[in-house]
């Protein structure tokens, strides 16, 4: 799970929210603003929970969206570790 960001051709800057599977590969969901928050995070988690089972383990980087109590709340919530990668080492993710 990770975010990456471009800007558009007018200069406003877009942020994706990526979850991909690291096992499969595959996809899971792409979510696409301005600004994305911890509560955004939780959202697609929840819209991603209702179409396949649960991970016993999210990994993200060290980023202000993923270490926040809201999304605290909804991992621990419901039993899953979070494995965040090293500072400054972002790559690590996956």
């Keep these: 799970m990770d975010f990456?960001?471009?800007?558009?051709?007018?200069?406003?800057w877009q942020r994706l929210l990526t979850v991909i599977d690291l096992y499969t590969r595959e996809c899971l969901a792409i979510c696409v603003?301005?600004?994305?928050?911890?509560?955004?995070?939780?959202?697609?988690?929840?819209?991603?929970?209702?179409?396949?089972?649960?991970?016993?383990?999210?990994?993200?980087?060290?980023?202000?969206?993923?270490a926040r109590k809201t999304l605290d709340r909804w991992v621990y919530g419901r039993g899953i570790r979070i494995d965040f990668s090293r500072p400054g080492t972002p790559t690590a993710v996956g």
């Design 4 to 12: 990456v960001s471009d800007a558009l051709f007018y200069g406003r």
């Design 33 to 66: 603003g301005q600004n994305l928050r911890s509560t955004e995070v939780a959202v697609m988690l929840n819209i991603i929970a209702l179409r396949r089972p649960l991970p016993q383990l999210l990994k993200n980087d060290n980023g202000s969206e993923f």
